[in-house]
């Protein structure tokens, strides 16, 4: 049997930017032009509602959209589309590039103003070492902002890849006229309000040169001018090259005018692609053995990409979020986690609609399912419904900060080490057991984990701890050829040896030279930077 009809009706994709650049406002008019929501601002309602009912949302609110609604499924002219948000923070960075390992495609928001900010470039690198298609929205065209030329000029130097323009703005800010639609040859006129939908604006064709010069006078003649030498200098739109991550369509509006925005809905359906085959890697008699899985294939293959502790503290299950790799789900089904070979049964699988968690009847590959556990399922876990399969690729990056977990009460000891235990897992915060004993210790890409971890030991777990510095300013896993060898290294720097959430084996370091010595010393051992999954596959040596 398969599923080809349905597979390729998905489109899984990730908005990313820098924060402020109006990606929740441009998820929350994409959710209301495809009719998923009727009111626009119900993201922002519901997430204020749910801010009172949970202690630590204090610090999520740092974070934008909440994590409970970063996934959302719509139908849009027979498609099902499933968006995920992304947390626009740095601190959290983590989360983000474990989200784009779910995705088929990036919408990326730029604010029209500022060009390509920090946090946007983070998320370019890691879109490019995955060769992701991105389609480019320029957002807050209504604003005053900088010449479109510059900003097809930065975003092509900083995404190192062509631009072709879409759309093209008629004037800016109080001059702002509309948008040129190269795709339908007509121009979309600007009229500002948030109530307005797609239809309600007035198109005129580009056959009506004298009108459009009439009625724009020196912004039309000024925005054909750019436009010429932007479609002039930008090679015409190839779908091959844009679906291996070597071009990047661009739109641009005013996401809180409902501008611009129908445009870009419908390029997900016409240009992003369907759900791609996955690689899994298989150890056959301790070989790897690698296999592509096709998106419509029969059996049902999914990857656990983000794990999320309930935000109901009376209930101590928690949300595995499932992309799904291949074939169907339907209720009841009998699922393994091929890391531990155990049966998966979880009490409740749900969709993402909009805000809203609904049973899942049926689901396929592409869509993002979210499984009710009880502990027992971790970041990157492979499930599927028998077949032995193991999908590598989900991150992990060396922290580079560290503090020692110093519990306040000593008789929470079991409870502080339930909480970190699932707070690993969930990939919160990373947390390493120093081999020979000793205080727990936790590492985070950025100061802010720690500080939402604290407050989650205490509300979740009813442990109080006290964060301390400690001497370690990062870490690396090791791998070795033999284990003779892995012996005499980890029997040589005893004091430094660290076992993290998975079980993997790293080494801690105090300074930058501490592993350009140990390598010099030991150069058959391999120090790596990144990890992934559950050891079975570590990244390049650094």
Not at 101 to 109: E, Q
Not at 208 to 215: G, I
Not at 350 to 375: C, K, M, N, P
């Amino acid at each position: 049997m398969t599923y080809a009809h349905e597979t390729r009706r998905r489109r899984t994709f990730a908005i990313i930017s820098h924060p402020d650049a109006g990606k929740t406002t441009l998820t929350e008019k994409l959710l209301l032009f495809s009719g998923a929501i009727q009111i626009a601002g119900s993201v922002k309602a519901r997430k204020a509602s749910r801010h009172a009912t949970s202690d630590w949302m204090e610090i999520e609110k740092q974070r934008g959209i909440s994590v409970a609604s970063s996934v959302m499924q719509m139908l849009y002219r027979e498609h099902v589309i499933n968006l995920l948000d992304t947390p626009g923070h740095k601190d959290f960075s983590e989360d983000t590039y474990r989200v784009l390992t779910a995705v088929d495609s990036a919408l990326m928001v730029i604010d029209a103003a500022n060009g390509v900010e920090a946090q946007t470039r983070r998320l370019i690198e890691v879109c490019r070492q995955r060769d992701t298609p991105i389609i480019t929205f320029v957002n807050k065209m209504d604003r005053e902002v900088r010449d479109p030329l510059d900003i097809l000029d930065e975003v092509e130097r900083e995404l190192g890849m062509p631009c072709v323009p879409m759309t093209w703005p008629v004037g800016q800010g109080k001059s702002f006229g509309g948008i040129i639609n190269l795709r339908t040859q007509a121009m979309t006129v600007f009229d500002s309000g948030s109530e307005r939908l797609p239809q309600d604006f007035e198109t005129i064709p580009l056959t009506e040169q004298a009108q459009l010069a009439e009625r724009f006078g020196l912004e039309w003649q000024t925005a054909m001018d750019s436009m010429e030498l932007a479609t002039g200098a930008s090679p015409a739109f190839d779908m091959a090259a844009f679906l291996a991550g070597k071009q990047t369509p661009v739109f641009f509006g005013s996401g809180v005018n409902n501008f611009g925005v129908m445009e870009v809905l419908d390029a997900l359906v016409d240009l992003a692609p369907a759900p791609k085959p996955r690689t899994s890697n298989l150890l056959v008699n301790k070989q790897p053995v690698v296999k592509e899985i096709q998106p419509e294939d029969s059996a049902f293959s999914g990857v656990v990409f983000k794990v999320q502790a309930n935000m109901d503290a009376n209930h101590r299950d928690r949300i595995a979020f499932v992309r799904m790799a291949s074939g169907k789900y339907t209720p009841g089904m009998k699922l393994k986690v091929q890391r531990t070979a155990k049966e998966l049964r979880p009490t409740s699988v749900v969709t993402f609609l909009s805000q809203r968690r609904e049973a899942v009847d049926e689901a396929y590959a592409g869509d993002i399912i979210g499984f009710t556990t009880h502990g027992g399922v971790q970041l990157g876990d492979t499930i599927t419904d028998g077949a032995n399969l193991q999908f590598t690729g989900l991150p992990f990056f060396a922290p580079e900060l560290f503090m020692t977990v110093i519990l306040k009460n000593p008789l929470r000891t079991k409870q502080l080490q339930t909480g970190l235990d699932q707070l690993g897992e969930e990939g919160a915060i990373q947390v390493f057991k120093p081999e020979i004993g000793g205080p727990m210790l936790l590492g985070a890409v950025g100061q802010l984990q720690f500080e939402v971890v604290q407050h989650r030991l205490k509300a979740e777990y009813d442990c109080d701890v006290r964060l301390e510095g400690c001497q370690y300013t990062g870490a690396r896993w090791i791998t070795a050829d033999t284990p003779a060898e892995l012996r005499e290294f980890t029997n040589a720097y005893p004091q430094r040896m660290s076992l993290d959430a998975a079980g993997t084996l790293a080494y801690l370091c105090t300074s930058p030279y501490d592993v350009r010595l140990a390598q010099e010393r030991f150069p058959k051992i391999h120090f790596h930077p990144l990890r992934e999954h559950a050891g079975l596959a570590l990244g390049s040596a650094g």
